[in-house]
């Protein structure tokens, strides 16, 4: 019996009433294959009656003061283009039968009138607004074009209409919105309760969840407002599910691999680093270190992200967590993203080591460093190989991954991240039999939603308090006439001892032009402007041993400024430079924008973040909405660019920029799928889903902890699906 069901869903689409054999070539040059692909073909959007007003009722809804948005429909009357300073202007006249409406346009005149024909009907919702002649108008309204028919139907029976995307494929076998409805329509009504449950009954009693066929029915045609957002519920709950189980068995698969380490306080070790460290440890960063001790000197093994704003003492957490291991007698290791991090850790590291050392009676603590290629005779590959060995503290980059580094006896790994490999690094390691404790930090904040997502298989720690000395950085936003007075205000600031970073964005992919940038910019400012101080240069094509010696020179006061066309590497202190000059900023990516600006105001003065761009988008003060529905691509690039430089003069708090940018950017390009391992999300908005994020994430991690194998009966629904669909994602866990 199941399989004869399964069949009918797995047959062409060609058999569904007005599609045929051509019509199906076109569906499935667009991924719709079968039957139940089409029924897995969700609308873009719906319009719902319940919103929808006659024009005389909308009408008289302004004029009382009603300031939301509508729907009207009508059909149109009238078409004009019209020229008004040089701009070409829209404008459409509809009517119902109450009265007529208008609707306008001042951007792409001419597309829309193509698409306003006369005598065809439009839903039209938009807020309206009366204008000096007393005409009642939309402005840019979201529209949708219905048949007659819909037009009656859409008014007396109260229907929710959905629309499709129709890609070209279909567009080119002449079909469009109603002929698309109606094909759904059919396969929807015919197949729908075909299809086989994908959730336990438990968890959708648990959680009042349609049932799956019942929300692909309200999905396309909901019988209610209700039942719609019940479907959608469904669809965003079950994403995350899965993927939360995914997470939940490799969370489990990590810690049945991982031979526990329990740690110990054994000496004066940590004692002692305390004291020389010289500043006291903020009440964040203490309260973090004791989640860490927690999981260190406990019997579990530790899986741990730390988060924390770019300058919030990180790494000294870190380094206290590799002094406990070290006091019990294990390897520490740290992974650095790049060899600048990785080489400047180890300088700042070794050096705290040697002030513990000269205090600390017992055993004295040994640190080395170790980059990708470094050795090249065997003699010198025996050295670094036994100096390893013998190291208590070990820094590199992910070359301690892949080199065949042995370690003594590995007993934690701090992964400073950058690129979101710690996921990867961590199964490489235990790919490699090595199952220490865990500690990745995150360079820049992540959104909480995120976090449950991407990590949510860790354990999570957040230092969410600045060290007490730090003034908040001054940021401000500056269009490029702007530029000679700020040159000035670099030049006097100099004269107090100020260094200044000065960062243009990468222009060409192209090295060598990038190389002619950065000079031509560097010899400019040094005749021109800047002439009276002392300049540096670091740039693309500099090896990072260059970079980094400009770095110290700059450190060692011999440059007042720093030009940069490469994004500076991050991690290098310089306390004095407290003014860092962003150029066409508008380029950079918000969190880019963020730990740049985290170069400065790392001491107690007062820091300046100077953001200069084009004038016009320094001009624009109005961008703090997230609402770009109807721009053009150019428009709506140069909007974002808005928002993000609005954001940074606006907070200077990582993890609200962080949300900002997710919004941004939505969770696609973030999730960087490929990275982590995981299916892309089709219908939860990590930006706005948080609640069904967390209850979902409880609902799966419950779910394997009683049941890790997924060996119980109700669970094997969940199993058949993690293995049909999963298969890709499953590499971490182990159920098979
Ligand atoms: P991040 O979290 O961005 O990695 P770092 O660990 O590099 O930040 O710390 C930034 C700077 O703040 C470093 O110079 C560090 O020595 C200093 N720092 C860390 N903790 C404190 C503290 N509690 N008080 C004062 N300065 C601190
Ligand atoms: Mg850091």
Request: aromatic residues 10%; contains cysteine; charged residues 30%.
């Amino acid at each position: 019996m199941n399989s004869v069901k399964e069949n009918i869903l797995e047959s062409s689409v060609q058999y569904i009433k007005s599609v045929g054999p051509k019509r199906a070539e076109s569906f499935a040059k667009i991924g719709i294959k079968s039957i139940r692909d089409l029924l897995f073909y969700f609308p873009s959007r719906h319009l719902d009656r319940s919103t929808v007003l006659t024009a005389a009722k909308a009408y008289s809804y302004i004029l009382n003061g009603y300031e939301g948005e509508v729907t009207v429909i009508g059909k149109v009357v009238e078409r004009e283009k019209i020229n008004v300073r040089n701009k070409e202007i829209l404008k459409v006249q509809l009517k119902d039968n109450t009265g007529f409406f208008e609707c306008v346009w001042f951007q792409s005149a001419k597309y829309f009138y193509d698409v306003f024909k006369e005598g065809e009907f439009f839903a039209v919702s938009a807020k309206p607004v009366i204008d000096k002649y007393d005409r009642f108008q939309f402005v840019h309204p979201d529209f949708d074009r219905i048949t007659e028919e819909e037009s009656q139907s859409f008014l007396h029976t109260g229907k929710i209409i959905p629309f499709y995307r129709i890609p070209k494929e279909l567009k080119a076998r002449n079909i469009g919105d109603f002929s698309l409805r109606r094909i759904i329509a059919y396969a929807v009504e015919h197949y729908a309760d075909e299809i086989e449950e994908t959730l336990p009954e438990e968890i959708l009693h648990q959680h009042n969840l349609l049932r799956l066929n019942e929300a692909i029915k309200n999905f396309h045609f909901p019988q209610s407002q209700e039942l719609f957002s019940r479907a959608k519920y469904r669809f965003k709950f079950e994403e995350i599910f899965y993927l939360e189980l995914l997470l939940a068995l490799r969370k489990n698969k990590i810690q049945k691999k991982s031979k526990p380490i329990k740690f110990e306080i054994k000496t004066e070790l940590i004692k002692n680093f305390l004291n020389i460290l010289p500043f006291e440890l903020t009440d964040a960063q203490k309260k973090v270190l004791s989640e860490i001790k927690k999981d260190m000197l406990s019997d579990r093994p530790m899986n741990r992200l730390l988060q924390g704003d770019v300058g919030s003492g990180k790494t000294v957490v870190a380094l206290i967590a590799m002094l406990i291991a070290v006091d019990s007698g294990y390897q520490a290791a740290l992974m650095a993203p790049t060899e600048i991090l990785a080489d400047q850790h180890a300088k700042n590291i070794s050096s705290l080591m040697q002030k513990l050392n000269e205090v600390n009676k017992g055993k004295k603590v040994k640190v080395s460093l170790l980059l990708g290629g470094q050795t090249n005779s065997a003699k010198a590959k025996r050295e670094k190989e036994n100096e390893l060995l013998e190291a208590d503290i070990i820094i590199g980059t992910h070359a301690l991954i892949e080199e065949k580094v042995s370690f003594r006896n590995l007993g934690l790994v701090v992964i400073d991240e950058q690129h979101r490999f710690g996921v990867k690094q961590r199964a490489d390691l235990l790919g490699k039999g090595l199952a220490p404790d865990v500690l990745i930090m995150s360079a820049t904040p992540i959104p909480r939603t995120l976090t449950m997502t991407l990590y949510g298989d860790l354990d999570v720690s957040v230092i969410n308090e600045m060290p007490k000395n730090r003034k908040p950085i001054k940021t401000v936003l500056r269009g490029e006439k702007k530029l000679p007075e700020i040159y000035k205000f670099i030049i006097d600031k100099a004269n107090e001892g100020y260094q200044s970073f000065i960062v243009y964005p990468l222009i060409e992919e192209s090295e060598k032009l990038d190389l002619k940038a950065a000079t031509n910019y560097y010899e400019e400012l040094k005749n021109s402007y800047l002439k009276k101080l002392n300049l540096g240069l670091i740039h693309g094509r500099m090896n990072w041993r260059e970079k980094e010696e400009m770095m110290f020179r700059f450190l060692k006061k011999e440059f007042d400024v720093l030009v940069a066309t490469t994004v500076i590497e991050v991690g290098i202190d310089i306390p004095d430079a407290n003014i860092i000059l962003i150029n066409d900023a508008h380029r950079f990516g918000l969190s880019q924008l963020h730990q740049l600006r985290g170069r400065v105001g790392r001491s107690n003065k007062q820091a300046y973040c100077i953001l200069v761009t084009h004038d016009k988008i320094a001009a624009r003060q109005s961008a703090s909405e997230l609402n770009f529905e109807f721009l053009s691509p150019t428009q709506l690039e140069n909007y974002k660019s808005s928002v993000r430089l609005q954001s940074m003069v606006k907070y200077n708090d990582g993890f609200k920029i962080a949300e900002i940018d997710l919004k941004l950017r939505g969770p696609g390009d973030i999730f960087g799928t490929k990275q982590s391992g995981f299916p892309e999300l089709k219908f939860v908005n990590i930006a706005e889903d948080s609640e069904i994020i967390f209850e979902a994430k409880n609902s799966a991690f419950e779910l394997i902890s009683s049941d890790p194998t997924l060996s119980q009966k109700k669970n094997f629904l969940v199993r058949k699906k993690l293995l049909e669909q999963y298969k890709e994602n499953i590499i971490y866990a182990d159920i098979a």
